[in-house]
């Protein structure tokens, strides 16, 4: 009987089981880190750390358990899953993380980092960006690949199990109950991600000047993000189409470029919170 939770492709089904397993040591490391206070590191161990809390768990294993699955590592879905989010994230941290500290009033202070990469024209002043605590450190666009990894995996799974749930709908209803589980899985993760992340260990090095608009409004401003992600990151290999790897590079280029609009004309509206 096929899986109403797990995709029908047995290879993307093997990754969506593995990082669910990875869940519980993802939350576990970032505790760690906050708590031990590491997150205060020189450089090299920034990028080292975080860097850590993708490689191993979310490349290097699956790399070597599915080693003998028949299937090519370049077409397999783990390396797919994580082209996609390494694309992604590096579009979204170097670009529109700009909004976040524009908008939403994010803040990054590490002391002992000295090197930063994000955008040159869009965003604070560079003269004084760095004093503004409004630089990105390159461990972030390491760290974000396993975050948007857990975020978009469990989404997906909860979408499926949803679509499954209305298929005896109407087609008009299905589509309106899809388009209501995508944005409660939107929000939700964008909501989630700042009470969870933004915690008393890691706020001298990552803030919110206004943490409650910034968990009561900007988590919707940042769910627009997802409002795009998701549904399109649900369709990578769900089929018997399987995407070649310039499909999903480009599918991910879209989702960067889709989301930045989305949250741009939203800068229209939305006061900034810091």
């Known amino acids: 009987m096929a899986s109403k939770w797990f995709s029908p492709n047995p290879d993307k089904a093997w990754m969506e089981k593995w990082l669910l397993g990875f869940i519980p ?3 576990a490391y970032n505790a760690l880190m906050q708590g031990m206070g590491w997150l205060d590191a020189n450089t090299f161990w920034h990028i080292t750390q975080n860097a850590l809390m993708w490689l191993p768990w979310c490349v290097v294993l699956p790399w070597w358990l599915r080693r003998n699955s028949g299937i ?10 994580n082209l996609f989010m390494f694309w ?73 199990r949803v679509r499954h749930l209305t298929a005896g709908w109407g087609a008009l209803a ?18 989630a991600e700042t009470w969870l992340y933004i915690t008393d260990n890691a706020a001298g090095n990552v803030w919110y000047e206004n943490l409650d608009q910034m968990l009561l409004y900007g988590s919707l401003y940042y769910s627009l993000y997802f409002l795009v992600a998701f549904p399109i990151y649900y369709r990578l290999d769900e089929t018997e189409e399987r995407w070649p790897l310039s499909r999903v590079f480009l599918e991910a280029s879209a989702v960067g470029m889709l989301s930045m609009l989305l949250i741009d004309f939203a800068s229209h509206i939305m006061a900034p919170l810091a």
Request: proline share 4%; charged share 10%.
């Open 25 to 27: 040591v993802f939350f």
């Open 174 to 191: 299905r589509r309106l109950g899809w388009c209501a589980i995508v944005a409660f899985t939107a929000v939700f993760w964008a909501w």
């Open 72 to 81: 090519a590592w370049r077409d397999s879905y783990w390396f797919k899953a």
């Open 88 to 160: 992604w994230v590096f579009i979204a941290t170097y670009v529109h993380t700009e909004y976040f500290f524009g908008v939403l009033g994010l803040r990054y202070n590490f002391p002992d980092v000295t090197l930063y990469f994000d955008s040159a024209l869009i965003g604070p002043d560079e003269a004084g960006a760095l004093a503004a605590h409004q630089k990105v450190p390159p461990g972030m666009y390491l760290n974000s690949v396993a975050f948007f990894l857990v975020y978009h995996n469990s989404a997906v799974i909860f979408m499926r």
